[in-house]
């Protein structure tokens, strides 16, 4: 299985971004995919799932109202449209996907700064 991130980089406060992840190599049917994010000294944390059997999407209250998840099922593709983006969202952005385990990409750099 490979996880595949794209569309991470650096935009100003207030901004957006996207950030879309494709996964491959799936023989099982997959259970959610979702974010996770790490900035610097700190711990990995959620950020946003989808539930690939009914779209039910989660989210942090740290980004609820400002992230917006979606997927594409044919592609095994999902999206994270980031709005009103905020200097505490810099991190690095990690997708994962879950069939029978979970697997990650190798992570996007989103950097927040003016």
């Known amino acids: 299985v490979q996880v595949v991130e794209s569309g991470g980089g650096l935009v100003q406060p207030g901004g957006s971004l996207r950030l879309s992840c494709a996964a491959s190599?799936?023989?099982?049917?997959?259970?959610?995919m979702g974010w996770y994010r790490q900035a610097p000294g700190k711990e990995r944390e959620f950020v946003a799932g989808i539930s690939w059997s009914d779209g039910t999407t989660n989210y942090a209250n740290s980004v609820r109202g400002r992230f917006t998840m979606s997927r594409d099922n044919a592609k095994n593709t999902v999206y994270l449209q980031m709005n009103s983006l905020k200097p505490d969202d810099t991190a690095v952005y990690y997708c994962y996907v879950n069939v029978r385990y979970t697997y990650w990409g190798q992570g996007t750099q989103v950097t927040v700064s003016s």
């Open positions: 190599g799936i023989i099982f049917s997959i259970n959610t």
